[in-house]
């Protein structure tokens, strides 16, 4: 067994190969270990074969046949990058408030249109919340079913001219990114062909 023994562990940095159970040869820098569970964390050549990204592999030891140390870093690692506790708190609560939407508005029976552009909405306007089935934008604009620019109401005023805008623009790009059926298809190319003789 390759797996490391009592006192034995592998330095972050360091370049390390291994042979799994399976007869796959996995290579690249540790990038963490626990000497607990045996897992090893190597960053590897990425799969995509972009030069720019790398593959992240955990490795447990327990099925690992062979490791050879191909270059072991003796110099201490860089210290880790300090994180911004505040602001993955604030996306965590702002994606878990993504979700319960979602969820309100699935068990509400909003249509698919209607959660479609409740999100193009909020990519733009984050004050943006469901009540029932319709979308409330600032608190000043209430979209109704069917989602449509004439169903959205308001104070006349910049910001119902400006949701207008918003929802029109979501359906003129959703009805472009519709597939053209296939027989409508044929008979523009027969057209084409026929003006082209």
């Known amino acids: 067994m390759a797996a490391p023994g009592p006192g034995e562990y592998f330095s972050v940095g360091s370049h390390v190969s291994c042979l799994t159970c399976l007869g796959q ?3 690249g820098e540790v990038v963490a270990f626990d000497y607990q569970s045996k897992m090893l964390t190597l960053k590897c050549a990425s799969s995509s074969g972009k030069p720019n ?3 992240v592999v955990l490795i447990n030891l327990a099925y690992v046949s062979e490791v050879d140390i191909i270059n072991d870093r003796t110099e201490t690692p860089p210290p880790l990058a300090s994180l911004n ?5 604030n996306r965590a609560r702002s994606e878990k408030e993504d979700k319960l939407s979602q969820a309100y508005a699935i ?3 909003v249509s698919v249109e209607g959660q479609q552009l409740f999100h193009t909405i909020h990519k733009t306007i984050k004050d943006c919340k469901w009540q029932e089935k319709n ?3 600032m608190d000043d604009v209430v979209i109704s079913p069917p ?9 006349e005023g910049s910001a119902l001219s400006h949701i207008r805008k918003i929802v029109e623009k979501h359906f003129r790009d959703a009805e472009g990114q519709k597939p053209v059926p296939r027989t409508q298809a044929q008979q523009t190319q ?7 003789s």
Not at 85 to 89: F, G, R, T, V, Y
Not at 147 to 155: E, F, P
Not at 190 to 196: E, G, H, P, R
Request: aromatic share 4%; hydrophobic share 35%.
């Open 25 to 27: 040869r996995l290579q």
């Open 53 to 55: 990204l790398s593959d």
């Open 85 to 89: 506790i505040s602001k993955l708190a």
């Open 107 to 109: 068990s509400a029976g």
């Open 135 to 137: 979308i409330i934008v």
């Open 147 to 155: 989602y449509q620019v004439d169903n959205c109401k308001g104070k």
């Open 190 to 196: 027969k057209d084409s062909s026929s003006l082209s």
